[in-house]
């Protein structure tokens, strides 16, 4: 089992009392009391607050007491002798477990005291941790947990570390399928997000989660709200089928959202996570190859974000893999989905969802995009998609981008012209398209093209969809230009793509009532 546990850091009885009750009601399922917070700390503090628990409602809670090391992410430097009377306080009072530091429980007086303290206690049990905040993993996170079980063999192994890139979770994945029993193992930091959401579906004995994102005792620490709603937690179990958005950045993606809602609502046991994969096609390339060899996380589908479309579509060729013919001729991936036989296929889906919200906007049929002139901003994967229906339908087509080469290569691909971003100034298109992320949450005050350069006549299509209504729209709404904001494409591409991963069509509607209960204002 893995409990859902909610770490109490108050500074004092009274604040702590709050939080437990908080914790309660919003479902904790265990309650870490990080006792290494509190000002003035004693021992008598200590059973105040494991009463505290007891008597609010929490008597079927276990109990976790930690003083932590300062060393090790504590948040008072109090001595290692008062820590050791905290623990063993604890256990006393009747606390279920306690967290004591690895490093510290080495040293022969101070393993003595814990080892007295437990064989004192009915139920007690010894979490002995060691946490790595500042580098990726142990050198060697095998030894280290097997160097654990030889000194103290019923001890609960508890290692955490850092991940700098998605790719050093694998580690702590591996760890905990090949071994068996109490332990806890994750990864901290915006990179091991993940870690903490699937450790149920790997059967770690905990995971974290925090009452609110101020209350956080670690990077990376979502709240219990976030795990139990967005991610589905109740539902996890060892044969759940993972699905994710690969992006950078990937925080304001509401897929997540989207898909879970929608697995939720056609009771399908699937989990829809955000990967957070940095770098380049390098990184992107050893991400896949990490998680198609092992089979036993069961990832079985992918939507794929900024900047990863075309690194997707190489990854997908080089292992000749089935590339929609669409996509090929775009030369971008959305879509990536795992066949039973481990072969990738790939998809786009950007292409029809961005003509239908361009066509419905403007109130015309795709035959109305012949001759249209069109400025797009941008030249990445997005921006691909887009220049290749509307030069399939016709459209004039002027691509604009920072880097001049790349829209070059772009142009010189689909057939249109090409500029420099200062060559907006003298835009003269009827429909600017802005393919970039800029203005995305969170960095709204943002906009790729200065409101001086938008003109009355002109139709404005923004595909950034969180938040719904960019500065740019803003912008242009104000100046009275038409505008399409990028909901419906993320919504149709959304619809298309949960087709690709579950053979079911969409529920549409359900779609829009979910984008609007989250999207940001």
């Keep these: 089992m893995t409990y859902l546990t909610v770490p109490i850091a108050a500074q004092n009885v009274e604040q702590a009392r709050q939080q437990i009750k908080a914790a309660l009601d919003a479902g904790a399922e265990m309650l870490e009391l990080r006792t290494d917070y509190i000002e003035d700390l004693n021992v008598d503090l200590v059973k105040d607050l494991i009463a505290a628990v007891k008597s609010t409602g929490g008597k079927r809670f276990p109990v976790i007491v930690t003083c932590r090391d300062k060393r090790q992410g504590g948040s008072i430097a109090y001595p290692q002798r008062l820590r050791l009377e905290v623990l063993a306080g604890a256990l006393k009072a009747g606390a279920e477990f306690i967290d004591y530091e690895y490093e510290n429980f080495l040293p022969a007086e101070n393993q003595e005291r814990i080892r007295v303290a437990l064989s004192g206690s009915l139920k007690g049990k010894l979490i002995l941790s060691a946490h790595n905040p500042d580098v990726s993993g142990f050198g060697n996170i095998g ?22 890139h998605i790719n050093d979770c694998f580690e702590a994945f591996d760890l905990l399928n090949r071994t068996s029993g109490e332990r806890i193992i994750f990864c901290m930091g915006e990179a ?38 967005l991610y589905r937690y109740d539902s996890i179990d060892a044969g759940t089928e993972l699905y994710g958005v690969i992006a950078d950045p990937v925080g304001h993606s509401l897929s997540p959202a989207i898909h879970n809602a929608c697995f939720a609502d056609a009771g399908m046991n699937r989990l829809y996570l955000p990967l957070l994969v940095e770098g380049r096609a390098g990184e992107f390339d050893l991400f896949m190859r990490n998680v198609l060899s092992r089979k036993w996380l069961n990832f079985v589908g992918f939507s794929v974000t900024i900047p990863h479309k075309e690194n997707a579509l190489n990854f997908a060729r080089n292992r000749r893999s089935f590339v929609e013919p669409l996509a090929e001729k775009i030369g971008a991936v959305n ?9 990738i296929k790939a998809y786009n889906t950007d292409y029809s969802a961005a003509l239908d919200a361009i066509t419905s906007g403007l109130g015309i049929t795709r035959a109305g995009l012949k001759e249209l002139p069109v400025a797009i901003i941008g030249a990445g994967g997005v921006a691909r998609a887009i220049v290749a229906g509307l030069s399939d339908v016709g459209a004039k087509i002027k691509i604009y981008n920072r880097t001049v080469e790349r829209a070059k290569r772009l142009a010189a691909e689909f057939g249109c012209e090409f500029a420099p971003l200062d060559e907006l100034a003298n835009l003269d298109s009827t429909l600017v398209i802005n393919c970039t992320s800029i203005g995305m949450h969170p960095n709204i005050d943002q906009s790729p093209l200065p409101a001086e350069y938008i003109r009355k006549d002109m139709t ?18 104000q100046i009275g230009a038409k505008t399409i904001d990028g909901l419906s494409m993320f919504i149709n591409q959304a619809a298309a793509q949960f087709k690709l991963f579950t053979g079911q069509d969409a529920n549409i509607d359900f779609m829009r009532k979910v984008i609007s209960r989250n999207i940001t204002a």
């Design 335 to 343: 879509t990536l989905v795992v066949s039973k036989d481990d072969r």
């Design 460 to 477: 404005v299509f923004d595909t950034v969809y969180n938040p719904a209504e960019t500065l740019l729209l803003k912008q242009a709404k």
């Design 192 to 229: 091991g997000v993940i870690s903490r959401i699937i450790a149920k579906k790997l059967n770690s004995l905990v995971t974290f989660a925090s009452l609110d994102e101020q209350s956080a005792t670690a990077p990376g620490q979502i709240t219990v709200a976030q795990l139990k709603k």
């Design 143 to 164: 030894k280290l947990y097997r160097s654990i079980l030889t000194v103290y063999p019923v001890a609960i192994p508890k290692l955490v570390y850092t991940a700098n």
